[in-house]
T-cell receptor, first 110, second 115 residues
């Protein structure tokens, strides 16, 4: 079956790096995603990685994928107070539904 | 290019009433997905539709819930005879489903409260 798991909470100081981790079980996943949700809002796509890639960098965001261990991480460099939100990882197979983790609540302290 | 539109943003219903949630996909997108988010939880897939077709409804409750995506107009998620447990945020996403371009983009959600 499909399962995606994340840690519940992360606290980080402004200016430090944040690392949010995610594990998944479906070895046939083709895409892995990171979404950001602010209170009362919808989901904002941050970045995604194709399953045959190891790493993807996009400005302050770095995604690392360890396919062997089915482990995905999102690193946010120079974390800002505006980065406080819930971060969801999700996986999908081609053209199909997304399976989400439970979300990691990130709190950035000044 | 407008994003995914959902309305209403907030909906209050009494137990036993019907709820209709609408979703207009991004321009050029022909694939629509509905997800439900219960309080303090992640999103759970409900149904995947293309124009006039239901592709995957494996996440839909067997009773009271239905979805459609007609040839013209928005996709509709319909909940009949709502109960308190239906209170949740319902999100719609759309995608273009071209090769290597199947990312789903989400609308702002409809927050349903059943009294």
């Amino acid at each position: 079956g499909e399962d995606v798991e994340q840690s519940l909470f992360l606290s980080v100081r402004e200016g430090d790096s944040s690392v949010i981790n995610c594990t998944y079980t479906d070895s046939s996943s083709t895409y892995l995603y990171w979404y950001k949700q602010e209170p009362g809002a919808g989901l904002q796509l941050l970045t995604y990685i194709f399953s045959n890639m190891d790493m993807k960098q996009d400005q302050r965001l770095t995604v690392l994928l360890n396919k062997k261990d089915k482990h995905l991480s999102l690193r946010i460099a120079d974390t800002q107070t505006g980065d406080s939100a819930i971060y969801f990882c999700a996986e999908s197979r081609a053209g199909n539904k997304l399976t989400f983790g439970g979300g990691t609540r990130v709190l950035v302290k000044p | 290019n407008a994003g995914v539109m959902q309305n209403p943003r907030h909906l209050v219903r009494r137990r036993g009433q019907e709820a209709r949630l609408r979703c207009s996909p991004m321009k050029g997108h022909s694939h629509v997905y509905w997800y439900r988010q219960l309080p303090e939880e992640g999103l759970k897939f409900m149904v995947y539709l293309q124009k006039e077709n239901i592709i995957d409804e494996s996440g839909m409750p067997k009773e009271r819930f239905s979805a459609e995506f007609p040839k013209e107009g928005p996709s509709i998620l319909r909940i009949q005879q709502v109960v308190r447990g239906d209170s949740a945020a319902y999100f719609c996403a759309s995608s273009a489903y071209r090769a290597r371009e199947e990312t789903q983009y989400f609308g702002p959600g409809t927050r349903l409260l059943v009294l």
